[in-house]
């Protein structure tokens, strides 16, 4: 169902840009292939599923950080809207805390954020010759660390989950070659599976619930 939505908010954006197809325009700010830098504030925590928060438990099963990482797409002015196409890989420093005590696993245990890679489209309309309002959605995966230990062993093994991203965000055009934005996104991760240290197999996949949160800005080119 959750990859349904996806393919639903994917499928929605192409409609939006397909009427003015035609009518691209070439010398548009907002036309051409592009690549960025991102970088802003990442959060991830358990979804309603697995949340364990009560009235005597302030756990909020969060982990918060810097995300940061690259972005590259191609879009399509045409004349109407704007369409394209993008994708990221990203790090990110969220990882396991303790706060007053209160051990934050959010439901997995001890967890550093790993690599995350996203694939999507977007469109916009242009709110300003140089300012674009746009909404994006597609695919997401993430690996996560889970540490543990059996006091005498550290074992390290990525949990790899499968999900969809929403957002939306602002784009201006500093000029024909420069912009900046600002965006916001959330995904939501259904399903995972752990990556052995290769002389196992990888587990089966099975259903997990993880929220994610991200608010970003970025610096990039077109070309």
């Known amino acids: 169902m959750k990859h349904a939505i996806a393919l639903i908010a994917t499928g929605s954006l192409v409609a939006l840009a397909t009427p003015a197809m035609a009518q691209s325009t070439q010398d548009s700010p907002f036309h051409g292939p592009r690549i960025g830098v991102i970088g802003g504030y990442d959060q991830t925590r358990a ?33 109407g809207a704007v369409v394209g196409i993008e994708g990221e890989f990203m790090g990110s420093t969220a990882d396991t805390d303790f706060e007053n005590g209160d051990f934050e ?20 309309v242009k709110a300003t010759p140089n300012t674009l309002v746009y909404a994006k959605g597609g695919y997401t995966n993430a690996k996560f660390d889970i540490l543990s230990n059996d006091g005498t062993t550290e074992f390290a093994n990525d949990i790899d989950t ?4 929403v957002g939306a965000g602002v784009e201006y055009a500093m000029n024909s070659g420069m912009y900046i934005k600002g965006e916001y996104r959330y995904s939501n991760y259904s399903e995972a599976e752990i990556d052995m240290d290769g002389t196992l197999a990888d ?9 994610r949160h991200q608010v970003m800005a970025a610096v990039g080119w077109r070309f």
């Open 47 to 79: 979804g309603s599923d697995i949340d364990d928060d009560t009235d005597d438990n302030n756990n909020d099963q969060s982990i918060e950080g810097f995300g940061y990482g690259i972005e590259a797409g191609y879009d399509l002015d045409t004349g």
């Open 105 to 124: 696993g959010f439901g997995l245990g001890s967890v550093d954020t790993n690599r995350d890679l996203y694939i999507g489209l977007r469109a916009g």
């Open 162 to 165: 499968d999900g969809y991203r």
């Open 203 to 211: 587990s089966e996949r099975f259903d997990v619930d993880l929220d």
